[in-house]
């Protein structure tokens, strides 16, 4: 396309990623339809003899890993491989895709483009959609002078709902903190703020002390991921889902599961916690009763610290600069 | 402008691959489209995305048989138009849909599109078609748009009631608009 007007190159990639998603999901539909077309094609007597077979595979199998329910976990566990999801609030918000959701990032310097398009890589594109370096509003630094030297993102995406709203919150949160303290290091405009939707009360903005330069770790996935296991177990909880953000260093998503039959939301704790090494960029704790419904969440960020904790059905984040440690 | 080699579905639609051929051959013509009729840069970035999310959206219904996809495009865009005059603000029903977050438009691009205006053009049309109208609807306007007046301050001046300096003023817009949109066809 022959134009230089940015916002029509952006609205040609939001395009081009509908149609791939697109693609993707005729694909997925005609491999289903082909499934479904082999599967009937095979006769009965086939079938019978192809499900004994299984079943003789999968015994020994079964009983070599463990039961069944904790064979797969012992196998995770052996390879030190990151649990992949069931469906985190992410996909229960927008389905599961597996197209790249990367993150549109605009305005600034071609340097501070570049630092916020490292760190968002390693978050997760389809909460943080859109990211826009500018200078601070001017009801917060009417000043032009300080204006031009400092920075501040806004995030301008839709709000979201529940435990998503969290999620994404949480998520610019890792960006903001990540990205303040990267223009430190590398001399570029410091990051005094960020502004982004909250489904409540729109748009809100959020000044940041520092930058703190606090002493992450870039830590392993495997090795967090064995130890986030442990004390789930310790705390009487099932691991269903434990992913990374990584902004920089490693911020764990973990979902986990209660058997409490009681449990619901505002009225369960946890004993304990899942991570409590503050080195580490961040922790999305997140629990769900057996019916897989939200009974307890909580979100903390190191850089920018934030508290965000559960309670009610549509929870709003506590832009707390103090927040609280795990 | 003849759309170039689409790639339409086998009994009509468009695929992604046609679809993205029309964006990139139309993209910049409709953006000048909206921003000569609303003259407001971001209210035709924002028609131009809610344009072409639309056309995404109802793709598989385009009929080669029944015309080009570029004019298919155009009849959408000027719905979107016609809903803006109308309400004054610009549908997002097709972005909603597709969650589609577009940024407000940088500074660079606010200059870029404004460009794309040709203001000089867009004077001597004016000029042109206020000089063309009815002596006491081109004084209605001027008095109206130019100089701000009350239409209880525009009738008195004009000798006339208010209903019927309102029809004038109404009646004389109208016909600006038309001499401005007409000629111009879709750019």
């Known amino acids: 396309m022959d134009t230089n007007i940015e916002y029509l190159h952006d609205l040609r990639a939001e395009l081009s990623r509908l149609a791939a998603a697109e693609v993707e ?38 009983a070599f890993a463990g039961t069944p329910s904790t064979g797969w976990l012992h196998n995770i566990f052996r390879s030190g491989e990151p649990i992949t999801p069931p469906r985190d609030a992410a996909e229960r918000t927008f389905g599961r895709v597996t197209t790249n959701h990367a993150t549109l990032v605009r305005g600034g310097s071609e340097a501070q483009r570049g630092l916020l398009r490292k760190i968002v890589r390693g978050v997760d594109g389809r909460l943080v959609p859109i990211v826009r370096i500018g200078p601070p509003p001017l009801s917060v ?39 303040r303290d990267g223009s430190a290091n590398e001399g570029l405009p410091r ?28 830590g392993n996935a495997a090795r967090l991921t064995r130890l986030l296991i442990r004390r789930l177990h310790k705390m009487g909880l099932t691991p269903m889902t434990i992913r990374f ?43 769900l009763n057996s019916r897989g419904a939200p009974v307890y969440f909580y979100a903390h960020t190191t850089r920018v610290q934030g508290g965000a904790s559960s309670i009610g059905h549509a929870p709003i984040i506590m832009p707390s600069r103090g927040g609280s440690k795990p | 402008m003849k759309t170039p080699n689409l790639r339409t579905n086998l009994g009509g639609g468009l695929d992604a691959a046609g679809f993205l051929a029309l964006y990139d051959s139309e993209a910049e013509v409709l953006l000048r489209f909206f ?132 029809a004038r003023v109404s009646r004389g817009l109208r016909a600006l608009a038309k001499a401005v949109a007409a000629p111009t066809g879709r750019t």
């Not at chain 1, 499934?35 to 003789?56: C, E, I, K, P, Y």
């Not at chain 2, 131009?48 to 219904?61: D, G, I, P, Y």
């Not at chain 2, 097709?94 to 438009?105: I, S």
């Open chain 1, 25 to 62: 999901s005729a694909t997925a539909t005609s491999a289903r339809r082909a499934q479904a077309f082999g599967r009937d094609s095979v006769s009965r007597r086939w079938r019978v003899a192809l499900a004994l077979a299984l079943v003789a595979a999968v015994v020994p199998v079964a």
């Open chain 1, 141 to 179: 630094l009417p000043s032009s002078g300080k204006r031009r030297t400092t920075a501040w993102l806004y995030f301008p995406f839709p709000a979201r709902e529940g435990v998503a709203s969290q999620l994404a919150a949480w998520e610019t949160r890792l960006v903001a903190g990540a990205f």
């Open chain 1, 191 to 218: 990051l005094i703020g960020a502004t982004q939707p909250y489904p409540h009360f729109g748009p809100s903005s959020e000044g940041f002390l520092g930058p703190a330069n606090p002493p992450i770790i870039p």
């Open chain 1, 245 to 287: 953000a990584q902004p920089d260093g490693l911020a764990p998503v973990v979902i986990a599961r209660t058997n409490d039959r009681n449990a619901r939301l505002g009225s369960w704790k946890p004993e304990g916690w899942p991570l409590t090494d503050s080195r580490y960029e961040g922790l999305f704790f997140e629990v």
């Open chain 2, 35 to 166: 921003v000569r009729r609303t003259l407001d840069p971001q209210v035709a970035a924002d028609l131009t995305a809610e344009t072409f999310l639309q056309a995404f959206a109802s793709r598989a219904r385009f009929d080669p048989g029944r015309g080009e996809a570029g004019a298919w495009l155009f009849g959408i865009a000027r719905h979107q138009l016609g809903s803006y005059l109308r309400a004054a603000r610009v549908e997002q029903a097709a972005r909603e849909r597709f969650r589609v977050a577009m940024a407000d438009l940088s500074p660079a691009d606010y200059e870029r599109i404004e460009a794309l205006i040709d203001f000089a053009e867009v004077g001597r049309l004016v000029r042109d078609a206020l000089g063309a109208l009815d002596p006491d609807q081109r004084q209605a306007v001027v008095y109206r748009v130019i100089d701000a007046l009350s239409y209880d301050a525009v009738a008195t001046r004009l000798g006339c009631s208010e209903e019927a300096a309102r």
